[in-house]
């Protein structure tokens, strides 16, 4: 018995000491051959070219521009006179915007313009104060005009020169006096029954001056310090335009 069990002991020993079989562990191998990674293939879009829209500007139709030295009257209505002054005798109204054609300018007296107006295409003259009128941008043919009397109308009445003119100085102040005469019936004409004619010496500078009055006699200014010598006439009218002059004896 106890000789069995030794050998059953021996058994299990000898059983235990043995080394037991590995089991196959299976081994990863690198690949020497890269694996090729896919990159994306950039795609190029095109980029849209902004072409401006072109806006269209309405076209602006001009004005004609008048082939003449011109100007616009600038107020509301303005008087154009037989003579470059005041006091000479109505021809025409004007009224704002008209277009003047501007011929020239008094000499000695650039406030006053010498305008042709047409009417009934017929074309005719007279004279408006330079602060009337707004003057176009071209004035270099203009001229100077020496004659008051472009246009001046005589009376087609039997009246005489007036009589009685005279003159008399007081410093600088020349008062011209004249006999007054009648109109015959009908031959009112509403205006202004003398006119006096003076170049003379104001400011110190020679200047052309016309006076209009009902009255008998006018002072006019008159210094002694130009080298021209001053001289003037006077005029009667009536509806119809102005009597001879009669030249004034300066004094």
């Not at 070219?49 to 072109?54: N, R």
């Not at 043919?141 to 003159?167: C, F, K, M, N, R």
């Amino acid at each position: 018995m106890k000789i069995r069990l030794t050998f059953i002991l021996i058994g299990i020993l000898l059983t235990a000491c043995a080394a037991p079989e590995p089991t196959a562990t299976p081994t990863l191998t690198a690949s020497n051959t890269p694996t090729e990674t896919a990159t994306p293939t950039s795609t190029h879009t095109p980029t849209a070219t902004f072409t401006p829209t072109e806006t269209l500007t309405p076209s602006i139709t001009p004005t004609p521009t008048p082939d003449f030295v011109w100007g616009t009257i600038n107020v509301a209505m303005a008087s154009c006179r037989f003579g470059p002054g005041g006091g000479y005798l109505l021809r025409a109204t004007l009224y704002s915007d008209d277009i003047v054609e501007i011929v020239g300018h008094m000499e000695l007296n650039a406030n006053w313009w010498f305008v042709h107006l047409q009417n009934r295409n017929k074309v005719y003259g007279c004279w408006v104060s330079q602060e009337l009128i707004t003057l176009g941008p071209d004035q270099s043919t203009t001229v100077v005009i020496t004659d008051p009397h472009i246009v001046l109308p005589w009376t087609t009445q039997p009246y005489d020169a007036l009589e009685g003119v005279s003159a008399s100085r007081n410093g600088n102040v020349v008062t011209v006096r004249w006999e007054p005469f009648a109109w015959l019936p009908g031959d009112d004409s509403g205006q202004l029954k003398y006119l006096v004619e003076a170049w003379v010496c104001q400011d110190g500078t020679f200047v052309f001056r016309a006076y209009g009055t009902n009255e008998t006699f006018i002072e006019i200014q008159d210094e002694q310090t130009c080298t021209e010598e001053s001289y003037g006439r006077a005029f009667g009218s009536d509806k119809h335009g102005y009597t001879n002059w009669k030249t004034i004896p300066w004094p």
